[in-house]
C-alpha cells in the first residue's frame, strides 16, 4: 500500500531564506507527483506535477525534484517571501491502471516571518 | 471558465440527518474525485469515477454515495451523518491523460453534530 510522508511536519524561517520541504513515498510505482500549495481554509492550488519520467519542474521561485528510485521528492522555494506562508502538500498518482487516484502526504506548514 | 466550483461552502448537520453535496466542473473532464481531509492530515479519496456512469470505491467510501449521470456533476451523498464525517470535503477533476494535472474545488465545511 502506498504511503506518503512529509517532514517536518511545520517550519519556521526567516524571510529572504532558502528552503527545502522534504516528501517520501513507499512505492516507486508512481505516475506522476504533484505538489499543492494550500492556505488556511481554503482549497488546493496546483504548484508542479512531475511525470514519472521526469526528474525535476521548475516554475518561477519553486523547483520540484523527482527520485523514484528513492522514493524521494523535494520541493526548493528560493527566497522564501511572507506571502509563501502556507501548507504545501505532496501527492502520488500511482497504481495498477492510471485512475489519476491521488495518495496525500500530510503536510507541511511553512511560515515566512518577515 | 469557472472550474471545479462546489456547494454549499458551509452545513452543520445533526446526526441522522441527510444531505448532498454537489460538485460541478466546466472543463469537460473524465476524471472527477470525492476527497475529504481531517484537521492537520493530507486528504483520503472517498469515491471517484472516470466518466459518466461509471464511479468506484476509494480508499474511506464507508457512509457515502455518489452518482455520475453527467460529464459535468458529480454529487456526493451522506445518508445518516455520524459525527466523524466532521471534516473538509474537495471534489476534483482532471482529463484523461496520464500525466494530467488534478484541479480542486473550493471545499465543502461539513460539521455534524
Known amino acids: 500500500k502506498q504511503e506518503v510522508t512529509q517532514i517536518p511536519a511545520a517550519l519556521s524561517v526567516p524571510e529572504g531564506e532558502n528552503l527545502v520541504l522534504n516528501c517520501s513515498f513507499t512505492?516507486?510505482?508512481?505516475?506522476?507527483l504533484q505538489w499543492f500549495r494550500q492556505d488556511p481554509g481554503k482549497g488546493l492550488t496546483s504548484l508542479l506535477l512531475?511525470?514519472?519520467?521526469?526528474r525535476e519542474q521548475t516554475s518561477g521561485r519553486l523547483n520540484a525534484s523527482l527520485d523514484k528510485s528513492s522514493g524521494r521528492s523535494t520541493l526548493y522555494i528560493a527566497a522564501s517571501q511572507p506571502g509563501d506562508s502556507a501548507t504545501y502538500l505532496c501527492a502520488v498518482s500511482g497504481g495498477s491502471s492510471n485512475t489519476g487516484k491521488l495518495i496525500f502526504g500530510q503536510g507541511t506548514t511553512l511560515q515566512v516571518k518577515p | 471558465n469557472a472550474g471545479v466550483t462546489q456547494t454549499p461552502k458551509f452545513r452543520i448537520l445533526k446526526i441522522g440527518q441527510s444531505m448532498t453535496l454537489q460538485c460541478t466542473q466546466d472543463?469537460?473532464?473524465?476524471?472527477m474525485y470525492w476527497y475529504r481531509q481531517d484537521p492537520g492530515m493530507g486528504l483520503k479519496l472517498i469515491y471517484y469515477s472516470v466518466g459518466a456512469g461509471i464511479t468506484d470505491k476509494g480508499e474511506v467510501p464507508n457512509g457515502y454515495n455518489v452518482s455520475r449521470s453527467t460529464t459535468e456533476d458529480f454529487p456526493l451523498r451522506l445518508e445518516l451523518a455520524a459525527p466523524s464525517q466532521t471534516s473538509v470535503y474537495f471534489c476534483?477533476?482532471?482529463?484523461?491523460?496520464?500525466?494530467?494535472?488534478?484541479?480542486f474545488g473550493p471545499g465543502t465545511r461539513l460539521t455534524v453534530l
Open positions: 472543463m469537460n473532464h473524465n476524471y
Open positions: 512531475i511525470q514519472s519520467s521526469q
Open positions: 476534483a477533476s482532471r482529463d484523461g491523460l496520464s500525466y494530467n494535472e488534478q484541479f
Open positions: 512505492d516507486s510505482a508512481i505516475y506522476n
